[in-house]
Nanobody, 111 residues
């Protein structure tokens, strides 16, 4: 399994970004997919997760601002991030099934 993440970048506070994570070599259909983030000097935290059945859960600080979704036909999971804050600045990682990690994508939110 290979995961590739796209969509990171620099955005002003209040702006939006959409991250994509595309999987290759295996279907994501039955897997729990998740986004984590890690800021410098901090632990890696779960930001959002979605089960194969579509159930979602979120880090408290992003509830109402971020939305995770999946397109199993495209083998891709998304993270729509709205109303971004400087504290959302981190490297964001895609995860499949709790075991497979994609390369991180940097999200920087300027104040």
């Amino acid at each position: 399994v290979q995961l590739q993440a796209f969509g990171g970048g620099l955005v002003q506070a209040g702006g939006s970004l959409r991250l994509s994570c595309a999987a290759s070599n295996v279907s994501i259909r039955t897997y729990r997919m998740a986004w984590y983030r890690q800021a410098p000097g901090k632990q890696r935290d779960l930001v959002a997760a979605i089960t194969g059945g579509g159930r979602t859960n979120y880090l408290d600080s992003v509830k109402g601002r971020f939305a995770i979704s999946r397109d199993d036909a495209e083998n891709t999971v998304y993270l729509q991030m709205n109303s971004l804050k400087p504290e959302d600045t981190a490297v964001y990682y895609c995860n499949q099934g709790g075991t497979v990690w994609g390369p991180g994508t940097q999200v920087t939110v300027s104040s």
